[in-house]
């Protein structure tokens, strides 16, 4: 059960962003999503549909924005690269903030794919209040750059983060990830999905069917909330 509506904002060249909720067809549990998109894919794109709709119907809602640049894409038709750090994080904020409104009560959880996990992580880091955060894919460093790792703010998250990376991902490189994970504050869960890329499709000689493995996804995430308490 979804149900789409726009945010304000106060930033950039445009004055809303567009949004959806996802809830589950029976009763919701206490904790809920504020799922933020990647960098080259759009708050609907098929991944961020099928993970919601997996997670729904494990009885968890989520509410999915889409960032400033996205949204001018969508409306001019033209693709247009991520905007500026502050920007994403201004446009962030203000979906965080409705979905405190929408989910009071319930703990809630950043969770984000590459770069919507990173920018949720800022704020995080920042101090903005969260249960949690989950990175689908967390972007350790562009790719073929392990020596520019973003990993600066970790000592200053402190909440339980989990990471669900691909052991072929090209923006993480897992040994540097491990030693990264040692300077994070909060405690950290790293699950691995063999085979699988920075989009976490796997291909067949790994087992896989070359698209992601959307079920192992929903119970590795829903596992770990399992073990927040």
Avoid: N
Wanted: glycine share 12%; hydrophobic share 35%.
């Amino acid at each position: 059960m979804s149900s789409s509506f726009t945010i304000p904002i106060d930033v950039g060249s445009i004055d809303s962003i567009s949004a959806v909720i996802d809830e589950p067809e029976g009763e919701a549990r206490d904790t809920a999503f504020l799922f933020a998109h990647g960098a080259g894919a759009p708050f609907d794109s098929e991944f961020m549909i099928r993970i919601a709709e997996e997670l729904t119907g494990r009885g968890f809602a989520l509410m999915r924005f889409q960032y400033p640049y996205m949204e001018r894409a969508r409306r001019d038709s033209r693709r247009r690269p991520p905007d500026r750090r502050p920007v994403l994080e201004s446009a962030h904020r203000a979906a965080l903030a409705r979905a405190r409104e929408q989910f009071a009560g319930r703990r809630l959880v950043l969770m984000g794919k590459s770069l919507g996990g990173r920018i949720g992580s800022y704020l995080a880091a920042e101090g903005e209040e969260c249960a949690g955060l989950v990175f689908l894919g967390y972007p350790l460093h562009p790719p073929g750059k392990p020596d520019r790792p973003r990993t600066d703010h970790f000592p200053d998250l402190r909440v339980p983060t989990l990471f669900v990376q691909g052991t072929r991902d090209k923006l993480c490189d897992l040994e540097l990830l491990d030693g990264a994970l040692k300077t994070f504050a909060g405690t950290t869960t790293l699950v691995t999905i063999e085979g699988g890329d920075h989009g976490f499709k796997v291909p067949k000689k790994y087992g896989g069917q070359g698209c992601p493995p959307y079920d192992e996804l929903a119970a590795h995430v829903e596992e770990w909330i399992a073990g927040l308490g």
